[in-house]
């Protein structure tokens, strides 16, 4: 995947989702820790994620599986690894 490390910001209902442009693929990838942050109110968005996915994995859902680990601009400026799904 070509990955330029540019972070493109979308916004839902005033809270940034970040996400990653695959121009081989022609998708979008999306930072599911910031999509767990729009739709739930939960003070940590990043542990939310985290034990639901342990769940997911438990119950057998394959939703992890398919979630990909893409370098992404971190609130602090840094790039990081985050969950990403298309």
Same mark, same amino acid.
């Given at each position: 995947m070509?990955?330029?490390i *540019?972070? $493109?910001? @979308?916004f %839902?209902e005033?809270?940034e $989702?970040?996400?990653i442009?695959d121009?081989e693929?022609?998708?979008?990838? %999306?930072s599911?820790?910031d999509i767990? @942050?729009?739709?739930?109110?939960?003070?940590?968005?990043?542990?939310?994620?985290s034990?639901?996915k342990?769940?997911?994995k438990k119950?057998?859902s394959e939703?992890?599986?398919?979630c990909? *680990?893409?370098?992404m601009?971190?609130?602090?400026g840094? $790039?990081?690894?985050?969950?990403a799904?298309?």
């Amino acid at each position: 995947m070509e990955n330029k490390i *540019q972070t $493109i910001s @979308n916004f %839902f209902e005033d809270k940034e $989702i970040r996400s990653i442009w695959d121009s081989e693929k022609e998708d979008y990838y %999306f930072s599911v820790v910031d999509i767990v @942050n729009a739709l739930t109110d939960s003070a940590n968005p990043r542990k939310y994620w985290s034990v639901l996915k342990t769940r997911l994995k438990k119950a057998g859902s394959e939703v992890t599986t398919n979630c990909s *680990q893409l370098k992404m601009l971190a609130p602090d400026g840094k $790039i990081r690894l985050r969950d990403a799904e298309y």
